[in-house]
Nanobody
Framework: QVQLVESGGGLVQAGGSLRLSCAAS????????MGWFRQAPGKEREFVAG????????YYADSVKGRFTISRDNAKNSVYLQMNSLKPEDTAVYYC????????????????WGQGTQVTVSS
């Protein structure tokens, strides 16, 4: 079992930055690949960024590539999403998830989710 708690969301102007954190409790955090997803009102949950358990391979949605960076600190049982050059279309609830699966971009691969944190980008 893994419990995930996101933090760091908020209201920011377009062009600004936010850093989301996801703290994990439970056993063997380092054995999970981690991902960030987001869901805007009226839309399906979509993949944002993923990171394999080793931390050596990262994956990004085309819409955030070059602006967002995912990282993890296994010693702190945490995963982060640094978001720069934010746009109004980045507005959504952001969720972190943990998976033992291979396809980190597929939400169905994830067994554990946090409760989400709201990110609002004003124009």
């Amino acid at each position: 079992q893994v419990q995930l708690v996101e933090s760091g969301g908020g209201l920011v102007q377009a062009g600004g930055s936010l850093r989301l954190s996801c703290a994990a409790s439970g056993r063997a955090f380092s054995s999970y690949s981690m991902g960030w997803f987001r869901q805007a009102p009226g839309k399906e949950r979509e993949f944002v960024a993923g990171l394999r358990r080793s931390g050596g391979n990262t994956y990004y949605a085309d819409s955030v590539k070059g602006r967002f960076t995912i990282s993890r600190d296994n010693a702190k049982n945490s995963v982060y999403l640094q978001m720069n050059s934010l746009k109004p279309e980045d507005t959504a609830v952001y969720y972190c998830g943990a998976t033992t699966g291979y396809m980190v971009s597929r939400s169905k691969e994830y067994a554990y989710w946090g409760q989400g944190t709201q990110v609002t980008v004003s124009s």
